[in-house]
C-alpha cells in the first residue's frame, strides 16, 4: 500500500461520525447497509451521511452497489487488511506478535 493512500484514509476515519460508519458497516459484513440504515443506526442526518460516505468511499474504505432503487455500501475489506497490514508490517521488528488482553504485543 502506498503512503499517499494510507494518509487517505487514515484522514478519512479521523473523524468520530466516519469512524462510526465504517465500523457499522465492517460489523454488517458483506451483505452491506442502505444509506437508511446507516442514518437509523447511528442517528446522524442522511445530508451529513451523505457527505462522509463520499469521503470514505474516496479513500477507498467503503465501496457503493446499486441494486434496484437502492445504494449498498460496504466496508473495502481488502483495503482495511492493506491499511491494517501497512501499520504492521514492522512490528516486532521482525519477531513474532502475540495478542494479551486484546492488544499485540512483541513475543519476549
Given at each position: 500500500m502506498e503512503s499517499n493512500?494510507?494518509?487517505r484514509s487514515l484522514a478519512a476515519l479521523a473523524q468520530p461520525v466516519r469512524l462510526q460508519v465504517f465500523r457499522c458497516l465492517v460489523v454488517a459484513g458483506q451483505e452491506g447497509l442502505t444509506p437508511s440504515?446507516?442514518?437509523e443506526a447511528i442517528?446522524?442526518?442522511?445530508?451529513s451521511l451523505s457527505f462522509h460516505l463520499k469521503e470514505l468511499t474516496h479513500a477507498?474504505?467503503?465501496t457503493q452497489e446499486r441494486q434496484g432503487r437502492h445504494l449498498i455500501y460496504r466496508a473495502a475489506f481488502d483495503q482495511m487488511n492493506a491499511l491494517l497490514g501497512y501499520l504492521t508490517e514492522n512490528c516486532c521488528q521482525g519477531e513474532a506478535c502475540a495478542v494479551?488482553?486484546?492488544?499485540l504485543v512483541c513475543s519476549p
Open positions: 493512500a494510507v494518509v440504515d446507516l442514518v442517528g446522524v442526518p442522511a445530508t477507498g474504505l467503503v494479551s488482553n486484546g492488544s
